[in-house]
């Protein structure tokens, strides 16, 4: 009866850690991202900043400018904003499973690209290791290790 | 022990009854907005951005699927006189979905879905419309107690709301 008990959690154990990397992303029709130069991140209102932060630091070094806030619109006008959903479980400790970030027009908002992560925990990264891959994928998808 | 392994069947079992996800139906996508303004032209429908559903993942929006409800629901409100295999058709609309947040796990599942619609005069090439329009719709454990399917029924109503305000948005233009 222990042994039984033991391996069924097992069983639910590698139910829940395990699965496969992912990344999926899609452009608009006809959208050109080398025009962009300037975004705005806009921070959600459940980040404690952290993830905002990330986002837009990564923005920053692959050349662009960058600022964030928790404003709907930048208080200076930007070529892009920058919009995410970031999705965390437990295992051991937090980790963030599953980033997506759009990459917006700067005045109708419309959605000009979108990128998606998913890690589980066994293939986790760190969020700046998950906005790189998410953001590389979305300029620069050739050059997503 | 005895409980431990109650609770653990009972898991188990759960993990059994939810089921493998099932793709968004396009019949349960058509949205029948009223009073929409009748056009004599005809247009075509092009939509790109949709994900494939996988059984072990969740349930998705295909670019297959959604069209075929965004021209179904366009041919059902009379909207255009008829749609047409691109690249025919006098007008041309390009949908891309460009965000699908669905959560992971909930007893009320809200989903929130954006789709940029573009309308193009095929006869002069000129964009009569471009809107972002995002939809969203909770489903509840009233519409399922299976979470997979839960979050299928909140996807299939999210873009039945999307595609009934764009209907009314291309409405509102009024094309001959």
Redesign the interface.
């Known amino acids: 009866?222990?042994n039984?008990?033991r391996v069924?959690?097992m069983i639910?154990v590698c139910?829940l850690v395990t699965?496969c990397a992912s990344m999926?992303s899609?452009r608009?029709?006809g959208t050109d991202l080398s025009t962009l130069h300037t975004f705005y991140v806009q921070k959600l209102p459940e980040d404690d900043g952290s993830v905002v932060k990330v986002i837009s630091d990564r923005l920053n070094a692959m050349g662009y400018q960058s600022t964030y806030g928790a404003g709907e619109h930048p208080p200076k006008e930007t070529d892009s904003i920058v919009t995410y959903?970031d999705?965390w479980?437990w295992d051991i400790t937090m980790y963030m499973?599953r980033l997506?970030i759009?990459i917006r027009d700067g005045k109708?908002?419309?959605?000009?690209a979108?990128a998606e992560s998913y890690r589980p925990s066994l293939e986790r990264k760190s969020p700046e290791g998950m906005a790189e891959e998410v953001l590389t994928e979305i300029f620069n998808p050739k050059e997503r290790k | 022990m005895r409980a431990h392994l109650r609770l653990i069947g009972a898991l188990a079992a759960a993990a059994v009854i939810t089921g493998c996800a099932a793709p968004s139906q396009p019949g349960a996508m058509i949205a029948a907005p009223a009073g929409v303004h009748h056009s004599r032209e005809s247009v075509s429908v092009q939509v790109s951005g949709g994900k494939e559903t996988s059984s072990v993942r969740t349930s998705q929006i295909s670019d297959k699927d959604f069209a075929q409800a965004l021209r179904e629901s366009i041919e059902k409100a009379g909207l255009f006189a008829q749609t047409a295999e691109a690249p025919r058709g006098t007008y041309r609309l390009e949908a891309y979905i460009g965000e699908l947040t669905q959560p992971f796990i909930g007893f009320d599942m809200t989903v929130t879905m954006e789709v940029t619609y573009t309308l193009t005069d095929t006869r002069s090439q000129q964009v009569v419309l471009k809107k972002p329009i995002s939809a969203t719709h909770t489903a509840t454990t009233g519409d399922s107690v299976i979470g997979v399917k839960r979050l299928q029924l909140a996807n299939e109503a999210a873009a039945r709301k999307n595609i009934e305000q764009a209907i009314t948005e291309m409405s509102k233009l009024e094309l001959d």
């Open positions: 009866m222990r039984a008990f069924i959690c639910l139910w699965g999926q899609s608009a029709p959903q999705r479980m499973i997506t759009q109708s908002r419309a959605i000009l979108s």
